[in-house]
């Protein structure tokens, strides 16, 4: 069982830069590959980025945030990040924290397991 709890989104004007953070609970944390996902006002759930289990070597991207957005994670902290830059209006959204029980990446919401509650991030033009 994992338990995740984000941080960090706020309002921010277009141009700047968030970091969310994602605090996971759990010996076996490391393990798990995780994944940020975003979902705006009467969208659908979208992903935007993740990362392999592990040591975190391998990473992925939505095309809409490829270049702007970095994840990470730091496993002695049971946390992991998703740096933010070149915001823009259409990034407004609540961002999602999500956990994967195997290692390899995954960009598909029914291929995680466990979810965090949501962090808003809005973006003004």
């Known amino acids: 069982q994992v338990q995740l709890v984000e941080s960090g989104g706020g309002l921010v004007q277009a141009g700047g830069s968030l970091r969310l953070s994602c605090a996971g609970s759990?010996?076996?944390?490391?393990?798990?590959?995780m994944g940020w996902f975003r979902q705006a006002s009467g969208k659908e759930r979208e992903f935007v980025a993740a990362?392999?289990?592990?040591?975190?070597?391998?990473?992925y991207y939505a095309d809409s945030v490829r270049g702007r957005f970095a994840i990470s994670r730091d496993n002695a902290k049971s946390t992991v990040y998703l740096q933010m830059n070149t915001l823009k209006a259409e990034d407004t959204a609540v961002y999602y924290c999500?956990?994967?029980?195997?290692?390899?990446?995954?960009?598909?919401?029914?291929?995680?397991?466990?979810w965090g509650q949501g962090t808003q991030v809005t973006v003004s033009s």
């Open positions: 990362i392999s289990g592990w040591r975190g070597g391998s990473t």
């Open positions: 759990g010996r076996t944390f490391s393990s798990y590959a």
């Open positions: 999500a956990a994967r029980s195997m290692v390899a990446v995954s960009s598909r919401v029914h291929e995680y397991d466990y």
